[in-house]
């Protein structure tokens, strides 16, 4: 495995992914779009746990997919979307942030 690779992987897993979705996003970087029973079958995890990760990569933006008749085929976004995913969450820790700056005075 790369340098790179490996650094990409403790950036994730830095950033809050778990190493199920890791391993996950980055295998449909390297393979591009399938659908999940062949995710699972690649990664040994079984299938349902799959469509339980890719809900969760989809959720925080790494990942999408579209409809091949219906069979649902998933893919990477484009690795920006990981600069996009940190500014939404730095986006809700100043929200919080300022909430409990608000409040600190009152305790």
């Excluded at 969450?89 to 409990?100: G, L």
């Amino acid at each position: 495995m790369s340098l790179n690779i490996n650094l990409m992987k403790e950036a994730l897993k830095n950033i809050g992914l778990n190493d199920f979705e890791v391993n996950i996003y980055l295998e449909l970087i390297k393979i591009g779009p399938q659908v999940a029973s062949v995710i699972a079958n690649r990664l040994k995890i079984n299938r349902t746990s799959v469509y339980t990760i890719l809900k969760s990569l989809k959720n925080k933006g790494f990942i999408s997919y579209y409809k091949k008749g219906n069979i649902k085929v998933y893919t990477s976004n484009d690795p920006n979307c990981i600069v996009a995913y940190l500014d939404r969450r730095c986006r809700t820790y100043d929200y919080y942030k300022n909430q409990v700056l608000t409040v600190i005075p009152d305790i």
